[in-house]
């Protein structure tokens, strides 16, 4: 089956500064990757997604890269704030329903 | 439009009982997850429901049943809980195969 790998499991940044998380997958016929943001008490909510087809995709201040030949894929977060704060999740999919996901990384924005 | 729905939101239960999670969305999503979540391990897929009528087993379904009730309604049934089933449950539900939404959650803690 499809194994994550989602680095790294901690990030504390200063406000304002930018926020990268990256992650791995081992199966090449993965073709959907989404992210989550979980804050604490919730359940996770879908921030951004990328699709196999596309190399980057950005939405404000959130933004996804994609790298097909190496198998990975980032989170990039411009311009923190402390609402940013939460657990972030990548995932990767075959279209066939089953998502696997990261382990998680704990994302922390110093005031 | 309140989404995805579960109960209940915190249960305690002694080895061996058995209990039902309920979850419901109003969205006339398709498809229909189960997920538990544990400390430093991402979130699991234990069972899902392609379409009414549907349940396929996922990464982890040992010890677990579900029933999709019809198109708003999936629920698991924990027949006899062990300590192991320690966790944080987590419905979801999709349009299609690839974006999901989740709901609030359910602990529970079983002694």
């Known amino acids: 089956g499809e194994n994550v790998e989602q680095h790294p499991s901690t990030l504390s940044v200063q406000e304002g500064d930018s926020a990268v998380i990256k992650c791995t997958y081992s199966?090449?016929?993965?073709?959907?990757f989404p992210w989550y943001k979980q804050e604490l008490g919730k359940g996770p909510q879908l921030i951004i997604d990328?699709?196999?087809?596309?190399g980057e995709k950005k939405d404000q201040r959130i933004a996804v890269t994609l790298n097909k030949t190496a198998k990975h894929f980032s989170l990039h977060i411009t311009e923190t704030q402390p609402e940013d704060s939460a657990v972030y999740f990548c995932?990767?999919?075959?279209?066939?329903?089953?998502?696997?996901f990261g382990a998680g990384t704990t994302v922390t924005v110093r005031a | 439009n309140a989404g995805v729905t579960q109960t209940p939101k915190f249960q305690v239960l002694k080895t061996g009982q058995s209990m039902t999670l309920q979850c419901a969305q109003d969205?006339?999503?398709?498809?229909m997850y189960w997920y538990r979540q544990d400390p430093g391990m991402g979130l699991r897929l234990i069972y899902y429901?392609?379409?009414?009528?549907?349940?396929d087993k996922g990464e982890v379904p040992n010890g677990y049943n579900v029933s999709r009730l019809n198109k708003r309604e999936f629920s698991l049934r924990l027949e006899s809980a062990a300590p192991s089933q320690t966790s944080v449950y987590f419905c979801?539900?999709?349009?299609?195969?690839?974006?999901?939404?989740f709901g609030p959650g359910t602990r529970l803690t079983v002694t």
């Open positions: 979801a539900s999709s349009p299609t195969s690839l974006e999901q939404y």
């Open positions: 199966d090449s016929a993965s073709n959907y």
């Open positions: 990328i699709r196999s087809n596309v």
């Open positions: 995932a990767a999919s075959r279209d066939d329903y089953k998502l696997s």
């Open positions: 969205m006339n999503h398709n498809s």
């Open positions: 429901s392609a379409s009414e009528g549907t349940t």
